[in-house]
């Protein structure tokens, strides 16, 4: 069966020009944001394009960043980690959908020192499954043992939070390996991996075009409702530019309640910077967009991590948090 074209000629162009951009952007050190016009504060954010940064779109489709006096300007990624350098040396202001796993080690190793301007998803039921080929022999999670199963990063939160559902019942773990989001299907399809561990859009893309089979909700308990990302600035960027972190926010919480009272709004603006059909939109299962920030709900997220050892010593998010 025919796959669509997730990593076509055209996503690698993209991936090409915003690493350059990334690399040869220069905002010069951390510093206060620019204002080049109109007297609105520029803002560059890194976004993926996942549903994770949908609050990000809605709020520049709607002019609600405008509206607050800020210039902000989006340059797509591919994975959380692309943005850390650029963010470390202030090339890029904001992170959007970052996956908190990836920044909360590199603030813990000194890389970065980070602040959370805002949430951006929590698991939600069907959001990222793990899915195995339709004719599997693989009925069950105690079937993984030992296969094969991709993530799109080794010793991040899709193995963090999957161990854990294995865990809770008792199974064994299979062998990750690193295949792209945009990749997964072919991989799946082609017999590379035994099962794939997607997040959407690509969970609902690889089911239709596939047939896959859902072997398991990465997003069931004792992971239900986790917090899996956010939008993440630096100490000092936040300390030079709070008000325009707070304007910032304010955008954000205006699109989350826009999504709250038509969650359409979301699966209209999906087209519009990922992969995904319109058609396809209508059946995604969106995660959890939070209204506010919650310190106790993301500490559920490192805890775990001190439980694995993925992190050196204790962090409280609470203390990350720009308010």
């Not at 069950?140 to 865990?167: H, K, Y």
């Not at 899996?228 to 000092?236: A, D, E, F, V």
């Not at 939109?281 to 559920?300: E, H, Y």
Request: proline share 6%.
């Amino acid at each position: 069966m025919a796959l669509r074209p997730w990593c076509s000629g055209k996503t690698r162009a993209v991936a090409v020009t915003v690493a350059l951009t990334l690399a040869l952007a220069s905002c010069g050190d951390d510093g206060d944001s620019s204002s080049p016009g109109g007297g609105r504060k520029t803002v560059t954010v890194a976004a993926l394009p996942l549903v994770d940064s949908a609050m990000l779109y809605i709020a520049q489709d709607r002019g609600l960043f405008e509206k607050e006096g800020l210039d902000v300007r989006v340059q797509q990624i591919q994975q959380s980690l692309q943005a850390v350098p650029a963010l470390s040396k202030g090339q890029i202001d904001i992170v959007a959908g970052a996956n908190y796993v990836t920044y909360f080690q590199a603030h813990d190793q000194g890389t970065l020192d980070i602040r959370i301007v805002a949430e951006a998803i929590r698991a939600a039921p069907r959001m990222m499954d793990v899915l195995v080929p339709k004719d599997s022999d693989i009925k069950s999670v105690a079937d993984l043992a030992g296969r094969e199963v991709a993530v799109n990063v080794l010793n991040n939160v899709q193995t963090l939070t999957f161990d854990e559902i294995l865990r809770q019942r008792g199974a064994g773990r299979p062998v990750y390996r690193q295949i792209p989001f945009p990749q997964m299907g072919a991989a799946l399809d082609k017999g590379q991996v035994d099962a794939v561990h997607a997040v959407e859009p690509y969970d609902s893309a690889i089911q239709d075009e596939l047939g896959a089979r859902v072997l398991v909700d990465g997003s069931s308990a004792p992971v239900e409702s986790i917090p899996l990302s956010g939008y993440i600035t630096t100490r000092k960027f936040a300390a030079d530019n709070a008000e325009t972190l707070t304007a910032f926010q304010r955008a954000i919480r205006a699109a989350v309640k826009i999504a709250a009272d038509d969650p359409a709004a979301v699966r209209d603006i999906l087209p519009t910077y990922t992969k995904v059909t319109a058609g396809q939109a209508k059946s995604l299962d969106l995660p959890v967009f939070p209204p506010a920030m919650d310190g106790g709900q993301i500490t559920r997220l490192t805890d775990l991590m001190e439980k694995r050892r993925m992190l050196k010593k204790p962090l409280d998010p609470a203390t990350l948090l720009v308010k």
